[in-house]
């Protein structure tokens, strides 16, 4: 037991860390879903581009709401930036730097599923095989319109019957292959460049804002753990306090049922200190409103003067 509390209490106290590998789980669990997935596009006009591009955009889209989801700090953002003024300034460079991260980490699955289909083919394929001009491909000159539409769709399906051994079917595929793999790694050279020159270009910026929106976003993280962590301990203790008093005013009762009453426990007036005089669900409400909508402001040094 000692072992996983230390376990979740490095969780907490690492929690950057965590969403590192939690994004670079999403991304392994992306790769692994789209090799094991069985893709088979309808192979015809109407519904091709919808299933070909379908299949490249809306897993990106599912990954990247559990990318928002899985990350704590997407919450703690949220609350941030809606809840009011109160004693104590919303800074916006914080809020933006937590937005920047939060997003950067939810779109690593996303790219990597994207990147992993440019360079299979496969949904390029299926999706524009309809759209290639006919007359850059032999075996296309002497078939009318519609025939030529309802043989490009047939390109993905190797098993076709029409185009089984069909020369032309073997070069739109090609075609429209090479197209996909070469933006595929367009793509993954344009993101390698970019986090290139973000690395080291930044620090030619003010370092210092960047420090500070670091600093204060982790700040606002680990401000909320303990918050929680401090409710849940006022929770139990207002609990066996209540707890308690139920069975004391049940006395009579008991005593007529021969059942034992529960005695208290050494050191429950240290847990009545520890309620620090709240005592009452108004007086708890009352304060929970009060930390939302005006924290305290952060200076220490007031709390040493009182």
């Known amino acids: 037991m000692d072992r996983f509390r230390m376990i979740f209490q490095y969780f907490q106290s690492n929690s ?5 590998g939690i994004c670079g789980l999403l991304a392994l669990a992306s790769v692994k879903m789209y090799s094991s997935f069985d893709f088979s596009c309808p192979c015809l006009p109407q519904y091709n581009m919808a299933y070909g591009l379908g299949i490249m955009f809306v897993p990106p889209v599912i990954l990247f709401l559990c990318g928002l989801i899985l990350n704590r700090q997407s919450l703690v953002m949220l609350e941030e930036w809606r809840r009011p003024q109160g004693r104590r300034k919303k800074d916006l460079a914080v809020i933006r730097y937590m937005c920047s991260s939060i997003m950067q980490r939810a779109m690593v699955a996303p790219v990597v599923w994207i990147i992993v289909t440019l360079l299979d083919g496969k949904c390029l394929i299926c999706a524009f095989s309809g759209s290639m001009d006919p007359e850059k491909f032999v075996g296309f000159a002497n078939v009318s319109t519609a025939q030529v539409q309802q043989l490009l769709a047939k390109v993905p399906c190797k098993d076709d019957e029409l185009l089984r051994n069909s020369t032309s079917r073997k070069a739109v595929s090609r075609y429209l292959r090479c197209w996909s793999q070469a933006l595929g790694w367009s793509i993954l050279l344009i993101l390698i460049l970019a986090a290139f020159l973000a690395r080291w270009l930044r620090p030619c910026f003010n370092q210092a804002t960047l420090l500070q929106a670091r600093h204060w976003s982790n ?8 918050f929680e962590e401090t409710c849940c ?3 139990r203790l207002f609990a066996h306090k209540c707890i ?5 005013s049940m006395r009579q009762e008991i005593k007529l049922h021969s059942f034992s009453l529960p005695r208290e426990r050494e050191g429950a ?8 005089g709240i005592t009452d669900q108004n007086q708890v409400n009352k304060l929970l409103k009060m930390w939302y909508c005006e924290k305290p402001p952060l200076d220490v040094s007031q709390a040493h003067q009182r």
């Open 269 to 276: 007036e240290g847990e009545e200190d520890l309620l620090r």
């Open 219 to 226: 700040y606002i993280d680990i401000e909320q753990k303990i």
């Open 16 to 20: 950057e860390s965590v969403m590192n």
């Open 244 to 248: 308690l008093h139920f069975f004391e």
């Open 233 to 235: 301990e006022h929770s």
